[in-house]
């Protein structure tokens, strides 16, 4: 039977299943020391007057649970709390006593048996105070144990939310980085691209329309990518090449560039738009001071579990 609430403590069916449990072990333990007694009434009648001293519990251990959360046995709790604790016992013993009397009366009444001569007085009986005491603290050590899980699995959810949104803010800020970056790149190289194609259409309407096509092949390529924040190294690749090729146009004989990607590098997962911006760069400023020709390298190589990416100029 499961019956756990939302705050981890189980309820009122699964106690007294368990306090049901406690209360038969109890009466075996004292049937195999021949110390229960069965009478003319039968076993099953002495079983079940013998239950009346632990169902009481059933009722009372939730206000147990209570009361430890509210004085936490714990290392620097631990003289306060139990003195709080010993405080609180009396009123549930006494309680727990009434309920037993009330339990075993009615337990006697359904079998036919005679009423138990023991009445409800102030004063408990020093055999029920100690019995009743032992159950309490047997309450205090599960309230003890079930906190201290719950507060463990606590912990753990706490834990795994945390690294879940440390995650999910990183991605979310390499996502914004991305899309900075691409805010930037896309008016700049834009506008430079038709720049250019608006000077050669009046002097070279061939290299024009040709560069014209790369732009086209290079904004559906970037455009075309749904804001994803990662790719494979062959798209990006692509992408590069595409760009490489407008430039070569603009640049003429003084920029060659040399794309070298090893084989098994090609799958590898990349962040969207990570070699462009480095080509640019180097385009702009490292071959700011090349002589006649720049040239641009592009390699990938495979090192263990990692891609090693490299972009070099001659300037």
């Known amino acids: ?137 047997s309450s205090v050590a599960a309230a003890w144990m079930i906190r201290t899980l719950n507060d463990a699995r606590s912990n753990e959810r706490r834990a795994a939310r945390l690294m879940l949104e440390k995650s999910q803010l990183e991605t979310s800020l390499r996502q914004t980085e991305l899309d900075a970056l691409r805010m930037r790149l896309h008016p700049h190289f834009l506008f430079n691209s038709l720049q250019n194609i608006a000077v050669l259409t009046e002097h070279d309407p061939g290299t024009s329309r040709r560069m014209l096509n790369r732009l086209a092949e290079l904004l559906r390529a970037s455009l075309g990518r749904d804001n994803k924040p990662v790719t494979t190294l062959e798209k990006e690749v692509e992408l590069t090449r595409a760009y490489l090729a407008i430039e070569q146009m603009r640049f003429g004989d003084r920029l060659s560039s040399l794309v070298d990607i090893a084989p098994d590098t090609r799958r590898a997962v990349v962040p969207t738009f990570l070699l462009q911006p480095i080509v640019e760069n180097a385009i702009r400023h490292g071959l700011r001071h090349a002589g006649e020709s720049g040239v641009i390298v592009i390699r990938s190589r495979r090192d263990a579990d990692t891609l090693v990416l490299t972009v070099t100029d001659n300037g």
Do not use: K
């Not at 069916?13 to 009478?39: D, E, K, M, N, Y």
């Open 1 to 137: 039977m499961r019956d756990i609430g939302a705050n981890g403590y189980p309820g009122i069916a699964a106690l007294t299943v368990a306090w049901t449990a406690v209360g038969t072990i109890a009466f075996a333990r004292h049937q195999v020391a021949g110390t229960a007694s069965t009478a003319e009434f039968g076993q099953l009648a002495s079983y079940v007057t013998y239950l009346a001293c632990f169902l009481p519990w059933a009722l009372l251990t939730g206000l147990v649970f209570v009361a430890e959360r509210r004085f936490p046995l714990g290392a620097a709790t631990w003289a306060a709390s139990s003195l709080a604790l010993g405080l609180i016992s009396l009123p549930l013993v006494y309680a727990a006593w009434a309920l037993t009397l009330a339990f075993g009366g009615l337990a006697r009444w359904i079998f036919g048996m005679p009423p138990s001569t023991s009445g409800l007085t102030w004063l408990i009986p020093g055999h029920e105070l100690l019995g009743h005491e032992l159950l309490f603290v």
